[in-house]
């Protein structure tokens, strides 16, 4: 049986991708601003965390700087003095630390965190973040596309409630093709016994999902909902869902 509980944030409360951003009002995905306003508005939150190369929890989805900062940087060799000058689309805001985003949320909502790794080398990212939740009080629920990373969560504190990311990851060359059909059937869920699956609705329904679900073994999440056509369909299929662009 899931260890989730049934009136539990992850599966009762719609969770706001990248907080509640809305470029056009000039918040970007993943800001300070856009946390903000996902508090305001009483939303959980996902958000995306990489390692700087001092150590500290900066706040991105992709691995490069260019889409969002217009410059082309991979982040492998971000440092955290340099988060500053990177402004996201235009704006004022610029790359958030987690620290900084964890005491402005102040447990006023939950918190879903993304751990962004492709590497089989786990360890230093999944270390910092635990020692900084060790501080955190409020609600928090991790999740990885790389089941060796929520494995290793799992490990440093087995209460932690992990689940695993996945698609039908096309278009990732990086990723050998046996490797992403295992990903892809979340065959893998044995290396880290996930709470819940977070899975793209664009590649759904799938048999194997449902199997899982039944009998309340594991959640089900949709990403990403955007249209209210997107909704009907994740509330049917899923037990909750990820939104942006929609209320």
Same mark, same amino acid.
């Given at each position: ?14 969770i ?26 009483g ?16 706040? +991105? ?7 969002? @900062?217009?410059?082309n ?14 402004r ?7 790359l ?15 918190? +879903? ?15 910092k973040?635990?020692?900084t ?5 409020g ?12 494995r290793?969560m *799992?490990? !440093?504190n ?9 698609y039908?990851? !096309?278009?990732?060359d %990086? ?6 059909r295992l +990903?892809?059937? @979340? *065959? ?13 609705i ?7 999902? !449902? ?14 909902? *955007? ?6 369909f994740?509330?049917?299929h899923?037990? %909750?869902?990820?939104f942006?662009?929609?209320?």
């Amino acid at each position: 049986m899931n260890r989730i509980k049934s009136d539990s944030w992850i599966l009762t409360r719609p969770i706001a991708h990248r907080g509640l951003h809305n470029i056009e009002e000039g918040i970007p995905e993943n800001s300070m601003g856009a946390f903000q306003a996902a508090v305001e508005a009483g939303h959980p939150m996902e958000l995306d965390v990489h390692l700087t190369t001092d150590g500290r929890l900066f706040i +991105l989805h992709d691995f490069n700087t260019e889409r969002v @900062c217009g410059r082309n940087f991979n982040v492998s060799g971000m440092k955290s003095d340099m988060l500053g000058d990177f402004r996201l689309m235009g704006t004022e805001y610029t790359l958030p630390l987690l620290d900084d985003v964890l005491a402005e949320v102040d447990g006023r909502v939950p918190v +879903l965190i993304e751990i962004k790794s492709e590497s089989v080398h786990v360890g230093p990212l999944e270390e910092k973040l635990h020692e900084t939740l060790q501080e955190y009080k409020g609600d928090v629920a991790i999740e990885s596309f790389n089941p060796l990373s929520i494995r290793y969560m *799992r490990k !440093k504190n087995p209460e932690y409630i992990i689940g695993q990311l996945s698609y039908d990851f !096309k278009g990732k060359d %990086n990723i050998p093709g046996p490797v992403k059909r295992l +990903l892809e059937n @979340c *065959r893998l869920n044995f290396l880290s016994h996930p709470d819940f699956i977070a899975y793209d609705i664009k590649n759904m329904p799938r048999p194997f999902l !449902k199997k899982m679900a039944d009998g309340n073994k594991t959640a089900l999440l949709g990403w990403t909902i *955007r249209t209210e056509d997107d909704r009907a369909f994740a509330e049917s299929h899923c037990d %909750n869902y990820i939104f942006e662009k929609i209320r």
